[in-house]
Every structure is written in C-alpha cells, then in structure tokens.
C-alpha cells in the first residue's frame, strides 16, 4: 500500500516537472521555427528558466510541503482510492469509511517517517536530474514562444522581462507551481478527484470496449511468439509465464 501511495504524492510534488518535461509525441510533425522569432524569445526563456531553477523548485521549498501533502492524500476513505481504482461504486460504499492513514498505520507504523524519508531523497536528486537539462528546457520554451507571438509581440514580451517587475515575473514564474497557496488548492481538490475518477474513466469506457481485447501469449502465431521472444531476450517459457 505505501508503494501505491508514493505515486499519487509524487505526482503532486512534482506539477512543474511535469509542466517542463511535457514534450508532443511526434516532435518531428512541429513546424520549423522561423530564427529570427527564436532570436527574440531566447531571452525570454532565458528569465522564465534561469540556471539552477530547478535545483531549487525540488529542494527544501517543496520538502516544507510533504506534510501538509501526506496529511491531504492520507485522510481520504480507502473507499473512494478503491472507486477510483474502478471498483463498483455501489460496492465500494459497503467499505468501511477507514482512512488510508488508518490502514497503512497497521500494516506500517513507521510510514509516515519513510514516505518523508523517500520524498527528502528524491526531490533533490529529481532537481539535480532535471539541472542538467535545463539548457534543453530553456530551448524548448523559446521555440514555444517563438511558435505562438509574433514578433511585435515578443519585442513587448521581452520589454516587460527587462524592467524590474517583469525579471521578477519572469524569474519565479516556474516556482509558482510549488508556491504553498498553489499546492494547497491542488492538493485540497484529490479527495473530490479520487470521486470523480469513475466517471471520468466512464468517458473512454464505451470506446475501448470496441477495441478488440489483448491477446495473451497462447493467442499469438509461432512467428508472433518468435518475434517477441527476440524482443524480450527471454525463452518461450519465461515469456508465456
């Protein structure tokens, strides 16, 4: 269970890593990006992802907020974690009403000092981690830029970084997302989230069901059998288990 718990809080720690590393799944399909609009909004990225940002944005600033955020994702129902994970909601409300803190506290006494433990490592290894591309961000946005303004309005873009209030703006604009007040408002809004997953899974539901199910591997041809052995490395018998 407290495997299964380090996602949801990982998720929650890390909204601007996600925000950064969101990337298209087929870059190559992007237009060109014309350079004299990438001149004018490298110096713009250059503001909004300064060097070492991300150091910071995943060191003591969001491990002040792993209380709160345990606290948050731990009080809520077990029943509704099991609705969201598609179990039947009318059977899920035949649970008790336990809270998963409830639960992991018997299964785990020392959880809460572990989770705090396993984020304390993790958010400065993720800063360093994501340190080392922060060129690669910093390029990324300016194409972004540059693929949304036109030129007339980077030029009034990269005025406003140059004053002293659009520096400012512009410097703490990625720490905003593990700004406390921000965090609190994400946080407070999981439990009604973990409620709402049923039916928003509901929404894809009717379409999977017209795809054809998964085959198994007893299903597949010698040759398809062959081809992802291959693939995994491994005999047919580890394959099949």
Same mark, same amino acid.
């Given at each position: ?8 809080? $990982?998720?929650? %720690?890390v909204?601007?890593l ?14 060109? =990006?014309?350079?004299?609009l $990438? %001149? ?42 099991m ?6 909601? %009318?059977?899920a ?8 803190e409830?639960?992991?506290?018997? =299964? ?13 490592g ?40 140059r ?8 410097g ?20 009604? $989230? ?41 005999? %047919?018998k580890?394959?099949?288990?």
């Open positions: 269970m407290r495997h299964l718990l380090a996602i949801p809080l $990982l998720a929650l %720690a909204p601007a996600a925000q950064a590393s969101a990337a298209p799944t087929s870059v190559e399909t992007l237009a060109p =990006v014309d350079p004299a $990438l %001149a004018k909004a490298r110096p713009i990225a250059a503001v909004i992802i300064p060097d070492g940002v991300m150091t910071r944005m995943m060191g003591p600033m969001m491990q002040k907020m792993i209380g709160p955020m345990l606290d948050g994702m731990t009080k809520m129902p077990v029943r509704d974690l609705k969201a994970g598609g179990m039947d909601p %009318a059977q409300d035949r649970l008790s009403p336990a809270t998963i409830q639960v992991v506290t018997i =299964v785990d006494p020392a959880y809460r000092e572990r989770m705090h433990i396993m984020m304390g993790m958010m400065p290894a993720l800063g360093r981690f994501m340190s080392r591309y922060e060129p690669d961000m910093r390029e990324g946005m300016a194409e972004a830029f540059a693929s949304r303004y036109t030129a007339a309005e980077l030029d009034q873009i990269g005025a406003f970084m004053t002293p209030a659009g520096a400012r703006f512009g703490g604009f990625m720490e905003l997302a593990t700004d406390p007040h921000y965090i609190g408002k994400v946080t407070s809004m999981m439990p009604a $989230l973990m409620q709402a997953m049923p039916d928003i899974m509901k929404e894809s539901q009717a379409q999977l069901a017209k795809l054809p199910k998964p085959r198994s591997y007893k299903d597949l041809t010698p040759a398809e059998r062959q081809r992802l052995e291959t693939l995994l490395g491994a005999d %047919a580890k394959v099949a288990q």
